[in-house]
């Protein structure tokens, strides 16, 4: 039986920057983290957009408010001091028709509220940022965002926490739990605190440990187009306005950290929790009760879920998607989107007693463990302050006199 001060279930990078501020805290503390697959960044954590947010789309009361700013400019330091790539092209939010310019307005009021800056501009100054760009009459100027390479920070989030002596366990699913102890398909490991960061399965192994059983996981389906056009033909990041009754900011074009233009991603309803493609990792009865909690939000249609899901759907067809995104950006043809990218699945939690989609993230601690069961976008950008958080909560339901300092 293998022992572990801290295991942490998830090496994605929810799960990687927790155990950091774990191992910064306890640097005698004997800290695992489990990972499923063959290698990390199999899931979200690699197949993310990439876009370092700068933290003016939420309210000021909201966690993601408080820790995207900040994850923002920590991201930037990181990466830059480990010489990684990163390309700092800020970002255009645009109106589509007259009726967005109050939702463009209500983001800058936003922004201000979180200490984010951002400019309201007009068509004339957007497009000395962008060309191409289309607006009606004003647009949201973000000079804070930018991209990196999600697999490339993935890697040196592994190598730092290889250095300060974190042990992760490759294909190493966790399976259950046995008292104290958790059981992989390798070995069994006593854990003196378990740290749930699971992402796609958080609410299953959060329920395993008696934990927010109001709640279970939503997969939603995130698609890219890759255009073809030389690097530097988009500047800047374009996104629209988005219905901020929903957690979804709408299809946009990102500019890669190699310059390179993408449209997405799309939010598909998902049919189980690794539905990438075809029928790989198909489960009949997870599969049930994704489509059972689908068509309850169906049924109920907040936030008008009917007619997104319904042209989320549509998104399927690269034309449709292509004539979606031509509404933000001039010169868009279909011939130049050819090229799909890895699809990416958003693990959305789903409160099924209220019967809606939880829009900020969601933790839940007790003296064995702590859970990270919403952890949706922004949490690339946030993850290092939300790491302090996640370990403040794991302090406060924890015997701290059983760890090592």
């Known amino acids: 039986m293998k022992t572990a001060d801290f295991l942490v279930i998830g090496g994605g990078v929810v799960g990687l920057t927790i155990a950091l501020e774990l191992a910064r805290r306890y640097p005698k503390a004997k800290i695992v983290v489990l990972e499923k697959e063959k290698e990390l960044a199999q899931h979200g954590s690699g197949r993310n957009s990439g876009v370092l947010h700068a933290g003016f789309y939420y309210t000021a009361d909201s966690l993601k408010a408080r820790f995207t700013r900040e994850g923002n400019a920590r ?7 480990r010489g990684l790539r990163i390309n700092e092209c800020g970002k255009l939010v645009v109106a589509k028709h007259q009726g967005e310019i109050e939702g463009l307005k209500e983001l800058k009021r936003r922004g201000d509220a979180n200490g984010v800056e ?16 289309k607006t009606t009459e004003l647009a949201l100027w973000s000079p804070n965002t930018a991209t990196v390479n ?18 992760i366990l490759l294909e190493s699913p966790y399976q259950a739990r046995r008292g104290k102890s958790v059981i992989t398909p390798r070995e069994v490991i006593s854990a003196g605190f378990v740290v749930n960061a699971a992402g796609l399965y958080a609410d299953q192994v959060a329920h395993d440990f008696g934990v927010g059983l109001r709640y279970r996981i939503l997969p939603f389906k995130g698609l890219y187009l890759y255009g073809s056009e030389p690097k530097g033909s988009l500047r800047t990041n374009i996104y629209p306005v988005p219905d901020l009754r929903n957690t979804f900011l709408g299809v946009h074009f990102t500019v890669t950290v190699d310059g390179r233009a993408k449209i997405g991603p799309t939010a598909i309803p998902a049919f189980w929790r690794e539905h990438y493609g075809g029928l790989r990792g198909f489960n009949p009865r997870e599969s049930l009760s994704i489509l059972r909690d689908e068509a309850l939000l169906w ?77 949706i976008s922004p949490a690339w950008t946030a993850s290092m302050p939300f790491a302090e958080y996640v370990v403040d909560k794991a302090e406060m339901g924890m015997n701290k006199k059983a760890v090592p300092a």
């Open 75 to 81: 991201w930037k330091r990181f990466v830059k001091e």
């Open 118 to 133: 951002t400019h309201l501009i007009s068509l004339e100054e957007a497009k000395k940022i962008e060309p191409r760009v």
């Open 150 to 167: 999600p697999l490339e920070c993935m890697a040196a989030l592994a190598q730092e926490a290889h250095r300060q002596g974190i042990e």
């Open 299 to 375: 049924l109920r249609n907040d936030f008008g879920f009917r007619s997104l899901a319904l042209e989320e759907i549509r998104k399927y067809s690269r034309p449709f998607l292509v004539a979606q995104a031509a509404q933000l950006l001039e010169g868009v043809k279909p011939e130049n989107y050819q090229t799909w990218g890895r699809p990416g699945i958003r693990a959305q939690l789903y409160d099924h007693q209220a019967q809606k989609l939880v829009m900020d993230f969601v933790v839940e601690a007790n003296a064995e463990g702590v859970h990270v069961l919403n952890a």
